[in-house]
């Protein structure tokens, strides 16, 4: 499980960029990735909790969960 901040999220293609707290690295957000979570929408800043999952060397948020851990 991993935390960080919503760096940019696209509203129309569903696409975006999470930095992770940890290390300062990036994970992505596909297309399709708030199904099934509580979210909508995602804003600029926003903390997120969250799994990665590594396919073809990059790194993909899921189970998107709101906060931090521990709360």
Same mark, same amino acid.
């Given at each position: 499980?991993?935390?960080?901040?919503?760096?940019?999220?696209?509203?129309?293609?569903?696409?975006?960029?999470?930095?992770?707290?940890?290390?300062?690295?990036? *994970? $992505?957000?596909?297309?399709?990735?708030?199904?099934? @979570?509580?979210?909508?929408? #995602? =804003?600029? +800043? &926003?903390?997120? *909790? $969250?799994?990665?999952?590594?396919?073809?060397?990059? @790194?993909?948020?899921?189970? #998107? =969960?709101? +906060? &931090?851990?521990?709360?």
């Amino acid at each position: 499980m991993a935390q960080g901040v919503v760096k940019v999220y696209d509203p129309v293609t569903g696409a975006g960029i999470i930095v992770k707290d940890a290390d300062r690295g990036e *994970v $992505f957000l596909r297309p399709g990735s708030l199904e099934g @979570s509580v979210f909508r929408t #995602l =804003r600029q +800043g &926003q903390r997120l *909790v $969250f799994d990665t999952v590594d396919e073809d060397g990059r @790194s993909f948020a899921s189970n #998107l =969960r709101m +906060g &931090q851990e521990g709360y």
